[in-house]
């Protein structure tokens, strides 16, 4: 499975972006796919994920009610909706999928493939 991030960029504090993640290869059998993001000097972390068959997802408390995920299993593709940007959003934002059954969304060790990380850099 090959991950493609897009749709990073610079923005004002309290804008929005859309990150984009499409998959190719053998997307057979992807259990969930995930978002994480890894600001300079600091550890990757956890910030949505989504089952790839099921309506269900899960945030980290530090996005939620601000980002949203979603997908389109017709393009193998995943979306990361973020608003109210902060400048503590900041970060190299990592699309992840896995094929392992079990729900642990925000284990990054669970995840089988990784994407290239698109910059994301939120001005106060």
């Known amino acids: 499975v090959q991950l493609q991030a897009s749709g990073g960029g610079l923005v004002q504090a309290g804008g929005s972006l859309r990150l984009s993640c499409a998959a190719s290869?053998?997307?057979?059998?992807?259990?969930?796919m995930g978002w994480f993001r890894q600001a300079p000097g600091k550890e990757r972390e956890f910030a949505a994920a989504?089952?790839?068959?099921?309506?269900?997802?899960s945030y980290a408390d530090s996005v939620k009610d601000r980002f949203a995920i979603s997908r389109d299993n017709a393009k193998n593709t995943v979306y990361l909706q973020m608003n109210s940007l902060k400048p503590e959003d900041t970060a190299v934002y990592y699309c992840?999928?896995?094929?392992?059954?079990?729900?642990?969304?925000?284990?990054?060790?669970?995840?089988?493939?990784w994407g290239q990380g698109t910059q994301v850099t939120v001005s106060s």
């Open positions: 992840a999928a896995s094929r392992r059954s079990g729900w642990f969304p925000s284990n990054k060790l669970r995840y089988d493939y």
């Open positions: 290869g053998r997307t057979f059998g992807i259990y969930a």
């Open positions: 989504i089952r790839w068959n099921v309506d269900s997802t």
